[in-house]
């Protein structure tokens, strides 16, 4: 069983930055692919970022795309978010996510719908002040 623990949310004033980061264990690191997703209050689950199966290429949703960085450290089984300049818009609860490598690796994708990530952590707030 695949266990995601995040850590890192506060609170920043519009224009700072944070770091996210997350914990993986339960399977061989690099047989899972992260991904980053955030749900404001009243709002759906959105997509942030994630990277592909086959050959780590990062994917960004519109909305971070320039100032969100997703980071892998695969010694310390852990993945990392850098969230910089800050909006209130980006206040939330962020989730880290986890799902297994397809195989053949080279079959695999970037998987941007919640749905196809079985392995989620408990959601860490970021709130973000104007």
């Known amino acids: 069983q695949v266990q995601v623990v995040e850590s890192g949310g506060g609170l920043v004033q519009a224009g700072g930055s944070l770091r996210l980061s997350c914990t993986a264990s339960?399977?061989?690191?690099?047989?899972?692919?992260m991904g980053w997703f955030r749900q404001a209050p009243g709002k759906g689950r959105e997509f942030v970022t994630t990277?592909?199966?086959?050959?780590?290429?990062?994917y960004y949703a519109d909305s971070v795309r320039g100032r969100f960085t997703i980071s892998r450290d695969s010694a310390k089984n852990t993945v990392y978010l850098q969230m910089n300049s800050l909006k209130p818009e980006d206040t939330a609860v962020y989730y880290c996510?986890?799902?297994?490598?397809?195989?053949?690796?080279?079959?695999?994708?970037?998987?941007?719908?919640?749905?196809?990530?079985?392995?989620w952590g408990q959601g860490t707030q970021v709130t973000v002040s104007s």
């Open positions: 339960g399977r061989t690191f690099s047989s899972l692919i």
């Open positions: 990277v592909s199966g086959s050959d780590d290429t990062t």
């Open positions: 996510a986890a799902r297994m490598r397809r195989i053949p690796y080279w079959t695999d994708g970037a998987s941007t719908k919640s749905d196809d990530y079985g392995y």
